[in-house]
């Protein structure tokens, strides 16, 4: 089955930046609409980004449109979440997922979760 596997979280200063990265390993991202999603204590789990199978169209919740970009690239099988202009409400564990094809953008069910990785943006 399909696993996902997180990493690049860290702390950063209020307008920095991070990198997170999504290893896929089972089988090939290419039949898959991938994003991430975002969850901070006592919150529900929040989309944040998602990319079509072929990587030429992208969704971004409001509040990181023009900050955080998300690309893929299927050859390698990851999908990386390029985090820019960071603000402290940024913090959250930032979860990977993974869609079959025909669910739609927002990945309301995801068929598979990454571990997360913790993102700490400090003031």
């Known amino acids: 089955q399909l696993q996902l596997a997180e990493s690049g979280g860290g702390v950063a200063p209020a307008g920095g930046s991070l990198r997170l990265s999504c290893a896929a390993s089972?089988?090939?991202?290419?039949?898959?609409?991938m994003g991430w999603f975002r969850q901070v204590p006592g919150q529900e789990r929040l989309f944040v980004a998602s990319?079509?199978?072929?990587?030429?169209?992208?969704w971004y919740t409001q509040s990181v449109k023009g900050r955080f970009t998300i690309s893929r690239d299927n050859n390698k099988n990851t999908v990386d979440l390029h985090l820019q202009s960071l603000k402290p409400e940024d913090t959250a564990v930032y979860y990977c997922?993974?869609?079959?094809?025909?669910?739609?953008?927002?990945?309301?069910?995801?068929?598979?979760w990454g571990e997360g990785t913790q993102v700490t943006v400090s003031s």
């Open positions: 990319i079509d199978s072929g990587g030429s169209r992208a």
């Open positions: 089972g089988s090939n991202l290419v039949i898959y609409h």
């Open positions: 997922a993974a869609n079959r094809l025909g669910k739609g953008p927002t990945m309301p069910s995801p068929d598979y």
